[in-house]
């Protein structure tokens, strides 16, 4: 050892502090950090003893902070008081040795009795203990001297347990001794033959394991539990060893653990430093014992084989350090780990520890709470699980630029930009769009809340119902319109309302009908014989009744008509008012308003602007006569102007644009409005070419953008899939894609990207335990997935779980013929039934007359009589529950119970009912 570092058992997380040992400069400094990073620490020293005697070993007092033992390598002892405030250090007690040989170990107990371990010599023990509180007194003598003519190599006491301490002796024996006992010869103590002596290390979380390393050139390590060693002492056989790694770390060159230390935060964490500088820490658990082989109520291994029944356990081992290939090059030499200590202090998902390299330097290095590694999912995909959690966000290389107000455009109400988009305006953004965090970072809580709140979603029932979507979504309005468009065209399409000439024109969007391009027309074909798609729009204009079209001259008004009814038009008087009241009931005042006005009916808007600020609901700011006037004056247009750049409400702005230039086109060239108010007022105010170009562009940017109300346009087609990519990509809520294109998938659209999605919504949903959701959904969408024929385009799903005998492997049914693949070779092409009364009882399996499992509660075999046998149904008859004989079994445990004896078990407890089962079998 030339150097040490200790972190303070005292450090909370306002004061931390370390120790550092430095035994070629023969100096201890007391350091009190004061900054800490994820991999740098800042400290500065508080209390310094230099020029030391030469020493070998040393311990930090865990009562007193200020208080270490050192062993010296004449074989005396002292104990030394760091003093802080400028006072000097000093040695307060010395305990020397009548014959000088090397000090191994050292060890002081929380009742400051010191263990001193020495180097052999025929004529003295080598193991002393000093009672430290006696220090001052001159000559202190040994209140125990143990280990006559015996090398000690490692001592150390027991925290709870200060009369206990642990011997490593004669490199070939681990001893166990109670300082209670007044006689130390012949067989009073305890012990275990081993040669890994050296640097013994207790768990402070639980004392009865503690581990010892091998001597040089033999990297192993053996971990113990003193309770075994009682039980091998006392019954002549074991050793007492729990763990034995041969070799623990890397040995393809030599090496030798140098350093043990257990957490101190987590039981069972061991840290383990090499002479190479390899720094690994093993996770060690004990699960409660359990004596399950011989037990008949026990669940059956289903692939054959014992029962593993040890309780203790290696949960992961990990490499924080890697060690140094070639130890004679200078520079990589000096890079390598010398010594490490635990941080105390902190979050236990994130501990790290404090490395001491040759240069004296400090770092700090976090043990990663998953081990680095690779797999593939499910799917095929690769997926890697490192010590950080990247946070990588695609940006755009152009951002959208805010909308300029009217009045600063310049373009004129005939531009509608080209028919190809090309992108928008914006400013590029050279900020980093990357950043590394650890798990449990606010960062990667907020990447992570878009799961949450899909879970939370799922729960309460976020499937097809669109009206109940939008209750679960409120406050997130583009989901709100989502759902709201796509319940407009279920609407449409309930009992065959967009079907005509033998075209299926359900959840087509407003691209779609003016381009006349549907999308895969085969699936929308009722029949071999079917009409041109101009002839079935004037077909659904004549079935839906709708009026004639009203606006711009057009070469195609029927189209036209449709596509206003599929933006929400409303047609008459009735039902513009009811639309208007709804958003005054949502607070949109002035949206109502501008509804009103954009059907042309200024009386209605001046009727609700009238008692709307009657009722004081909004302020009178002169719009009733402007509404009132068929032209406006310069003055007016004005005082529209500056309203307009005052105002927030994009509705408000919206309508003081028209009356400012008294021409919807300016309108349509604002964001003020929702996308469906400016297709409507294209869809009446635009000639043809215009109107084509504003669509083929307002689809273009809202597929580039992942514009949830662009599913208008686009329909749940083809291009709903392309625009929901670009949507999932930038939200994650791949939940929601899922959902909306389930009413056309597979019915209208053929998209393997869609199954993609599905399956993985899927996933998500296992693991939400989503069971009943996702049946739900199963069930659900195969009923959408049906054509006018009843033909369902969904593959039945296999059966989620199959009873099956745990000794031939086949099903437990009786008339199906189905089983399960057995490794087993058959005798027989088919196996024949079992007969007699066990059989028509159902207490054994059909196939092969095993008996079925126990039930946990009663301890009766499990199984009903089959209906099918002779008096099966009379013995059902006399059950009072049909149900209450059924097997019924935990997913999690696989402990198997009768169905009416788990219910009166279940109503009054949580936990199974096995001994030693710590399965919550009522926890979801």
Same mark, same amino acid.
């Given at each position: 050892?030339?150097?040490?570092?200790?972190?303070?058992?005292?450090?909370?997380?306002?004061?931390?502090?370390?120790?550092?040992?430095?035994? #070629?400069?023969?100096?201890?400094?007391?350091?009190?950090?004061?900054?800490?990073?994820?991999?740098?620490?800042?400290?500065?020293?508080?209390?310094?003893?230099?020029?030391?005697?030469?020493?070998?070993?040393?311990?930090?007092?865990?009562?007193?902070?200020?208080?270490?033992?050192?062993?010296?390598?004449?074989?005396? *002892?002292?104990?030394?008081?760091?003093?802080?405030?400028?006072?000097?250090?000093?040695?307060?007690?010395?305990?020397?040795?009548?014959?000088?040989?090397?000090?191994?170990?050292?060890?002081?107990?929380?009742?400051?009795?010191?263990?001193?371990?020495?180097?052999?010599?025929?004529?003295?023990?080598?193991?002393?203990?000093?009672?430290?509180?006696?220090?001052?007194?001159?000559?202190?003598?040994?209140?125990?001297?143990?280990?006559?003519?015996?090398?000690?190599?490692?001592?150390?006491?027991?925290?709870?347990?200060?009369?206990?301490?642990?011997?490593?002796?004669?490199?070939?024996?681990?001893?166990?001794?109670?300082?209670?006992?007044?006689?130390?010869?012949?067989?009073?103590?305890?012990?275990?033959?081993?040669?890994?002596?050296?640097?013994?290390? /207790?768990?402070?979380?639980?004392?009865?394991?503690?581990?010892?390393?091998?001597?040089?050139?033999?990297?192993?390590?053996?971990?113990?539990?003193?309770?075994?060693?009682?039980?091998?002492?006392?019954?002549?056989?074991?050793?007492?060893?729990?763990?034995?790694?041969?070799?623990?770390?890397?040995?393809?060159?030599?090496?030798?653990?140098?350093?043990?230390?257990?957490?101190?935060?987590?039981?069972?964490?061991?840290?383990?430093?090499?002479?190479?500088?390899?720094?690994?820490?093993?996770?060690?658990?004990?699960?409660?014992?359990?004596?399950?082989?011989?037990?008949?109520? *026990?669940?059956?291994?289903?692939?054959?084989?014992?029962?593993?029944?040890?309780?203790?356990?290696?949960?992961?081992?990990?490499?924080?350090?890697?060690?140094?290939?070639?130890?004679?090059?200078?520079?990589?030499?000096?890079?390598?780990?010398?010594?490490?200590?635990?941080?105390?202090?902190?979050?236990?998902?994130?501990?790290?520890?404090?490395?001491?390299?040759?240069?004296?330097?400090?770092?700090?290095?976090?043990?990663?709470?998953?081990?680095?590694?690779?797999?593939?999912?499910?799917?095929?995909?690769?997926?890697?699980?490192?010590?950080?959690?990247?946070?990588?966000?695609?940006?755009?290389?152009?951002?959208?630029?805010?909308?300029?107000?009217?009045?600063?455009?310049?373009?004129?109400?005939?531009?509608?930009?080209?028919?190809?988009?090309?992108?928008?305006?914006?400013?590029?953004?050279?900020?980093?769009?990357?950043?590394?965090?650890?798990?449990?970072?606010?960062?990667?809580?907020? #990447?992570?809340?878009?799961?949450?709140?899909?879970?939370?979603?799922?729960?309460?029932?976020?499937?097809?119902?669109?009206?109940?979507?939008?209750?679960?979504?409120?406050?997130?309005?583009?989901?709100?319109?989502?759902?709201?468009?796509?319940?407009?065209?279920?609407?449409?399409?309930?009992?065959?309302?967009?079907?005509?000439?033998?075209?299926?024109?359900?959840?087509?969007?407003?691209?779609?009908?003016?381009?006349?391009?549907?999308?895969? /027309?085969?699936?929308?074909?009722?029949?071999?014989?079917?009409?041109?798609?101009?002839?079935?729009?004037?077909?659904?204009?004549?079935?839906?009744?709708?009026?004639?079209?009203?606006?711009?001259?057009?070469?195609?008004?029927?189209?036209?008509?449709?596509?206003?009814?599929?933006?929400?038009?409303?047609?008459?008087?009735?039902?513009?008012?009811?639309?208007?009241?709804?958003?005054?009931?949502?607070?949109?005042?002035?949206?109502?308003?501008?509804?009103?006005?954009?059907?042309?009916?200024?009386?209605?808007?001046?009727?609700?602007?009238?008692?709307?600020?009657?009722?004081?609901?909004?302020?009178?700011?002169?719009?009733?006569?402007?509404?009132?006037?068929?032209?406006?004056?310069?003055?007016?247009?004005?005082?529209?102007?500056?309203?307009?750049?005052?105002?927030?409400?994009?509705?408000?702005?919206?309508?003081?644009?028209?009356?400012?230039?008294?021409?919807?086109?300016?309108?349509?060239?604002?964001?003020?409005?929702?996308?469906?108010?400016?297709?409507?007022?294209?869809?009446?105010?635009?000639?043809?070419?215009?109107?084509?170009?504003?669509?083929?562009?307002?689809?273009?940017?809202?597929?580039?953008?992942?514009?949830?109300?662009?599913?208008?346009?686009?329909?749940?087609?083809?291009?709903?899939?392309?625009?929901?990519?670009?949507?999932?990509?930038?939200?994650?809520?791949?939940?929601?894609?899922?959902?909306?294109?389930?009413?056309?998938?597979?019915?209208?659209?053929?998209?393997?990207?869609?199954?993609?999605?599905?399956?993985?919504?899927?996933?998500?949903?296992?693991?939400?335990?989503?069971?009943?959701?996702?049946?739900?959904?199963?069930?659900?969408?195969?009923?959408?997935?049906?054509?006018?024929?009843?033909?369902?385009?969904?593959?039945?799903?296999?059966?989620?779980?199959?009873?099956?005998?745990?000794?031939?492997?086949?099903?437990?049914?009786?008339?199906?013929?189905?089983?399960?693949?057995?490794?087993?070779?058959?005798?027989?092409?088919?196996?024949?039934?079992?007969?007699?009364?066990?059989?028509?009882?159902?207490?054994?399996?059909?196939?092969?007359?095993?008996?079925?499992?126990?039930?946990?509660?009663?301890?009766?075999?499990?199984?009903?009589?089959?209906?099918?046998?002779?008096?099966?149904?009379?013995?059902?008859?006399?059950?009072?529950?049909?149900?209450?004989?059924?097997?019924?079994?935990?997913?999690?445990?696989?402990?198997?119970?009768?169905?009416?004896?788990?219910?009166?078990?279940?109503?009054?407890?949580?936990?199974?009912?096995?001994?030693?089962?710590?399965?919550?079998?009522?926890?979801?």
């Amino acid at each position: 050892m030339e150097a040490a570092v200790r972190w303070s058992q005292h450090s909370s997380g306002e004061t931390e502090r370390f120790l550092l040992v430095d035994v #070629v400069d023969q100096s201890l400094t007391l350091n009190h950090v004061h900054q800490r990073s994820r991999k740098q620490v800042g400290y500065f020293p508080v209390a310094r003893y230099g020029r030391l005697p030469n020493f070998g070993a040393f311990w930090w007092s865990q009562t007193d902070e200020s208080l270490v033992a050192l062993g010296l390598v004449s074989g005396s *002892a002292c104990l030394v008081k760091l003093r802080e405030d400028d006072q000097p250090s000093e040695t307060v007690a010395t305990f020397k040795l009548k014959q000088q040989r090397k000090c191994n170990s050292i060890a002081l107990s929380t009742d400051n009795w010191l263990a001193v371990a020495l180097d052999k010599t025929r004529s003295d023990v080598c193991l002393n203990i000093f009672d430290a509180n006696r220090g001052s007194q001159s000559p202190p003598d040994p209140v125990r001297r143990l280990c006559p003519a015996e090398v000690v190599s490692s001592v150390r006491f027991f925290p709870s347990q200060p009369q206990e301490l642990i011997v490593a002796a004669q490199r070939s024996y681990v001893r166990l001794y109670d300082l209670r006992d007044g006689y130390f010869g012949g067989n009073s103590n305890l012990q275990t033959a081993t040669r890994n002596v050296n640097n013994v290390a /207790i768990d402070p979380l639980d004392e009865h394991y503690f581990a010892s390393a091998g001597p040089t050139d033999e990297p192993n390590i053996t971990v113990w539990d003193k309770r075994w060693i009682s039980q091998a002492s006392a019954g002549g056989n074991g050793s007492g060893a729990v763990f034995d790694f041969k070799p623990v770390v890397d040995n393809s060159s030599r090496t030798t653990v140098w350093s043990l230390r257990y957490s101190g935060q987590q039981r069972g964490r061991l840290g383990i430093c090499s002479s190479r500088g390899e720094l690994k820490v093993l996770d060690m658990f004990e699960s409660p014992s359990s004596s399950l082989n011989d037990s008949d109520y *026990a669940p059956l291994n289903p692939y054959g084989g014992t029962a593993w029944s040890c309780n203790r356990y290696v949960s992961q081992s990990r490499s924080v350090e890697r060690p140094v290939e070639d130890t004679s090059d200078e520079i990589e030499s000096m890079s390598r780990i010398i010594a490490f200590d635990w941080i105390s202090t902190g979050k236990l998902a994130e501990q790290s520890v404090l490395a001491l390299r040759p240069n004296r330097k400090l770092d700090v290095l976090r043990v990663p709470c998953t081990t680095p590694q690779a797999s593939l999912t499910a799917r095929g995909d690769l997926c890697m699980a490192l010590e950080d959690i990247c946070i990588a966000q695609t940006k755009a290389r152009g951002e959208a630029v805010m909308p300029q107000a009217p009045y600063e455009q310049q373009r004129t109400a005939e531009d509608f930009g080209p028919l190809e988009y090309s992108g928008e305006a914006g400013h590029i953004d050279d900020g980093s769009a990357k950043v590394s965090c650890a798990a449990d970072d606010v960062r990667v809580a907020a #990447v992570l809340a878009p799961t949450t709140i899909q879970r939370e979603r799922c729960r309460q029932g976020y499937l097809f119902d669109c009206e109940k979507n939008m209750n679960i979504v409120q406050g997130n309005w583009q989901l709100e319109r989502l759902w709201e468009i796509i319940n407009r065209f279920r609407e449409h399409a309930e009992n065959g309302g967009m079907i005509a000439e033998s075209l299926d024109l359900s959840f087509v969007g407003v691209s779609g009908i003016c381009s006349e391009n549907i999308g895969n /027309i085969s699936r929308r074909t009722l029949s071999p014989s079917i009409g041109k798609l101009e002839d079935a729009v004037y077909a659904l204009n004549s079935s839906r009744e709708l009026p004639a079209f009203e606006g711009e001259r057009t070469e195609l008004p029927e189209h036209r008509q449709l596509c206003l009814e599929i933006c929400g038009w409303k047609f008459t008087t009735a039902n513009l008012e009811a639309e208007c009241s709804e958003l005054i009931e949502r607070g949109l005042y002035y949206q109502a308003i501008v509804q009103a006005v954009l059907h042309g009916y200024k009386h209605t808007a001046l009727n609700l602007l009238r008692s709307l600020i009657r009722s004081r609901t909004v302020p009178n700011i002169g719009l009733g006569a402007l509404l009132a006037s068929d032209n406006i004056n310069e003055e007016q247009r004005e005082m529209c102007l500056w309203m307009s750049a005052d105002t927030e409400d994009p509705a408000l702005k919206a309508l003081l644009t028209f009356l400012t230039t008294g021409n919807w086109r300016d309108v349509m060239k604002t964001n003020y409005l929702h996308l469906g108010y400016r297709v409507a007022l294209g869809l009446k105010y635009l000639n043809d070419t215009d109107l084509n170009g504003f669509i083929e562009g307002e689809t273009a940017r809202a597929v580039k953008n992942g514009d949830l109300e662009g599913i208008l346009l686009t329909g749940l087609g083809e291009k709903a899939v392309d625009l929901l990519q670009t949507y999932v990509a930038r939200t994650n809520d791949l939940q929601t894609a899922v959902l909306a294109t389930a009413f056309t998938n597979p019915l209208y659209v053929d998209d393997v990207r869609w199954e993609f999605w599905k399956e993985t919504y899927f996933m998500q949903m296992q693991s939400w335990r989503a069971f009943p959701e996702r049946t739900r959904f199963v069930v659900e969408h195969c009923r959408m997935a049906r054509t006018r024929e009843g033909q369902t385009l969904i593959e039945p799903a296999p059966a989620q779980a199959v009873l099956q005998c745990n000794h031939c492997k086949r099903s437990l049914a009786r008339r199906d013929g189905r089983s399960i693949v057995s490794s087993r070779p058959q005798q027989t092409g088919s196996t024949k039934g079992i007969p007699g009364p066990a059989a028509s009882a159902g207490i054994v399996c059909p196939s092969c007359g095993r008996h079925m499992p126990r039930c946990s509660i009663c301890r009766m075999w499990l199984g009903t009589p089959d209906p099918a046998s002779r008096g099966g149904a009379k013995e059902l008859q006399k059950l009072g529950d049909v149900m209450g004989k059924f097997l019924t079994f935990c997913v999690n445990c696989d402990h198997c119970f009768h169905a009416d004896h788990a219910r009166s078990w279940f109503t009054k407890h949580k936990a199974c009912p096995v001994p030693d089962c710590r399965c919550i079998c009522m926890v979801k």
